[in-house]
């Protein structure tokens, strides 16, 4: 029992350790579920986030975009040029995720709103959210949430 304790702990302090570090080119989506942590390509100019993933024939499952907007708005997207399915992470500038759209149709023209109070949103494989559980209320870290983040992202002492 007390070894089973320790090794819970250690692993507990590792997945805290893991959620403080952060990468321009990561963000980790965390849950009742547990967490996983996506390789990320970012859009924050109109033209990366006009562009988004058109085109793209296939990603890695543990991939996707972050659209980064300048202030909290309502947002809406469309598939246009879009070639594979993808599901929709909507979140609040502290992380909170509000709205999941799953399973975006490729190609599809029909917009998909986001709801109001949306300043980043996640694109990722098609079913993947619902694979892993994530839901509205579960977190985002990345870098671009900044101070008041729900999980901020560790500042270096000396930076």
Known sequence: MKAAL??????????????????????????AWGQATFSIDVADDPQERARGLMFVEQ???LSGMLFIYERPQSVSFWMKNTLI???????????????????????????????DGVQMVLEINGGLAKRLGIAPGDTMQHPSFGADAILPCDVPADS
């Open 6 to 31: 320790t090794a819970l702990t250690i692993w507990l302090a590792g997945t805290q350790s893991a959620l403080a570090l952060c990468a321009d080119d990561k963000l980790t989506v965390v849950g």
């Open 59 to 61: 990603m890695p499952t």
């Open 85 to 115: 399915p993808l599901d929709m992470l909507f979140a609040a500038p502290d992380g909170e995720i509000l709205h999941v759209h799953p399973n975006a149709i490729p190609g599809d023209l029909t917009p998909i709103p986001g709801g």
